[in-house]
């Protein structure tokens, strides 16, 4: 059994953030595809007043990857009063380098060698995104609506045939790992994994691709494993394997292999990214 080497990680604020981190621990090479979807705070603001890209979850990945020096400790300091009360230094960042540049992946890159990151952050769609949910009653648009919502039945992103970048395709072929979550299973894990080529890419894998179990219950989806993992098969996402925390107490997924490990930080609410890189560092073809 060989430690995966590289690692192809999908989803979305602090949970995709914690995943890089446990990456680290273990792996050689890793991406980061980061759902742009966001809406809310700092980062709607900044789509709304200037376009792009949410800058919010892919600045979180440049904390996760960068080398530790005084800009990436920074890159989430916010303003405090003014036109810019609210605003992290590195969402303006990376979106006065977007602006600023004619090419998405170029500037992010860019980003990426200013903040020394030991990995490549990639947008999951090659243009801004909207997330739409139908409840079956009415449909609610934006990723702040959608988190606040209940009853989801389907998730889709506006516009529904978004392309990705290439190299998001290439990247999770390439993986001998990839991470799902943790995180919102509509906002963050769907979120990124919601564009056709990156459905197609997943689907053309031959694993493992592991989802990572929240700790806490996700106030907007299922609460059993297995009709989270049913609503991510309906939108085309297989996982090969669920990690979980040895304190899990819920029912074990039946339609899934599941592997129980220490992960959890003290208290049982957030993942230690040592742990967790522990126990990802397990999760290989050779044990599905």
Not at 194 to 222: H, I, K
Not at 236 to 263: N, Q, S, Y
Request: glycine share 14%.
């Amino acid at each position: 059994m060989s430690t995966p080497r590289r690692v192809c990680a999908l989803g979305g604020g602090h949970g995709l953030a914690t995943s890089l981190r446990a990456a680290r621990t273990y792996a050689e090479e890793i991406t980061a595809v980061v759902s742009i979807a966001d809406d809310g705070g700092s980062s709607g603001r900044i789509r709304a007043a200037a376009g792009g890209p949410a800058p919010g979850d892919l600045r979180r990945c440049f904390e996760a990857l960068g080398d530790g020096s005084m800009l990436t400790a920074e890159l989430g300091w916010r303003f405090s009063g003014g036109d810019l009360d609210g605003h992290a230094i590195g969402n303006l960042l990376i979106a006065g380098m977007v602006g600023a540049g004619d090419d998405l992946l170029g500037s992010l890159d860019e980003v990426g060698r200013l903040v020394g990151a030991v990995g490549r952050v990639l947008p999951a769609t090659s243009q801004p995104v909207d997330l739409v949910a139908d409840t079956g009653d009415w449909e609610v648009e934006g990723q702040v609506a959608v988190h606040r919502a209940s009853g989801i039945v389907r998730l889709r992103l506006v516009p529904p045939d978004v392309s990705s970048p290439p190299e998001v395709g290439e990247a999770i072929a390439a993986a001998d790992q990839v991470v799902l979550g943790p995180g919102s299973l509509y906002t963050s894990v769907l979120a990124a994994t919601l564009a056709p080529d990156v459905v197609e890419a997943l689907a053309g894998r031959g694993g493992p691709t592991v989802l990572v179990a929240n700790l806490q219950p996700d106030v907007e989806s299922p609460e059993a494993l297995d009709d989270q993992l049913l609503v991510l098969e309906d939108h085309g996402i297989r996982p090969d394997m669920v990690l979980l925390d040895e304190a899990f107490d819920g029912e074990m997924p039946e339609t899934c292999p599941a592997k129980r490990a220490p992960v959890s930080a003290s208290g049982g609410r957030l993942h230690d990214p040592v742990l967790l890189g522990a126990a990802l560092s397990t999760c290989t073809a050779a044990n599905m």
